[in-house]
T-cell receptor, first 115, second 114 residues
Framework: DAMVIQNPRYQVTQFGKPVTLSCSQTLNHNVMYWYQQKSSQAPKLLFHYYDKDFNNEADTPDNFQSRRPNTSFCFLDIRSPGLGDAAMYLC??????????????FGPGTRLTVL | DQQVKQNSPSLSVQEGRISILNCDYTNSMFDYFLWYKKYPAEGPTFLISISSIKDKNEDGRFTVFLNKSAKHLSLHIVPSQPGDSAVYFCAASARDSGTYKYIFGTGTRLKVLA
């Protein structure tokens, strides 16, 4: 089945220690998104890639970076995690993001704990 | 400032009855709306959507109603089943720099009691 896969599902890191979260997709979609969702809050878009073009949301902290080495994979790097970065991180894909009806498909998420 | 609001964090409904989940938005430029369902330990999955040119869209037990003048949409589930117990997110789609992005509400946790 075509899907969006996130690894690991649970990640524990220490305050200030860089961490990388991974997302892969078998849907061959052009667009990949990273969302942050804190407890009882709405998923918040951090950035997205349209193919190789990176699009950062204006309020995404510099501490968050992303890489997309190929169509299938996208990584979220947190350079110096703080306690406030503990959250669920959701990866999503869409075919091209250009059509209003272009649906986003989500992975299961990675829950990040910062000690 | 939240542009998409789900004011009820939780809802309990008896099996077989109707579940009504509500969502309000503030930006009149939104023209496409979606509902996602999320089970524990899984990612959100698309459930149903509606374009602003319609006021109703139906898919089996699920119907979404849109009231543009009130900037309000609702999801009706009839009849509700225990398997419908999940968190439901409302989202609005907005075009920004050439691509469409979703703005989500905070979710409503639905519990269907057997």
């Amino acid at each position: 089945d075509a899907m969006v896969i996130q690894n690991p599902r649970y990640q524990v890191t220490q305050f200030g220690k860089p961490v990388t979260l991974s997302c892969s997709q078998t849907l061959n979609h052009n667009v990949m998104y990273w969302y942050q969702q804190k407890s009882s809050q709405a998923p918040k878009l951090l950035f997205h890639y349209y193919d190789k073009d990176f699009n950062n949301e204006a309020d995404t902290p510099d501490n968050f970076q992303s890489r997309r080495p190929n169509t299938s994979f996208c990584f979220l790097d947190i350079r110096s995690p703080g306690l406030g970065d503990a959250a669920m991180y959701l990866c999503a894909t869409s075919r091209d993001g250009l059509g209003i009806t272009d649906t986003q498909y989500f992975g299961p998420g990675t829950r990040l704990t910062v000690l | 400032d939240q542009q998409v609001k789900q004011n009820s964090p939780s809802l309990s409904v008896q099996e077989g009855r109707i579940s009504i989940l509500n969502c309000d938005y503030t930006n009149s430029m939104f023209d496409y709306f979606l509902w996602y369902k999320k089970y524990p330990a899984e990612g959100p999955t698309f459930l149903i959507s509606i374009s602003s040119i319609k006021d109703k869209n139906e898919d089996g037990r699920f119907t979404v109603f849109l009231n543009k003048s009130a900037k309000h949409l609702s999801l009706h589930i009839v009849p509700s089943q225990p398997g419908d117990s999940a968190v439901y997110f409302c989202a609005a789609s907005a075009r920004d720099s050439g691509t469409y992005k979703y703005i989500f509400g905070t979710g409503t946790r639905l519990k269907v009691l057997a």
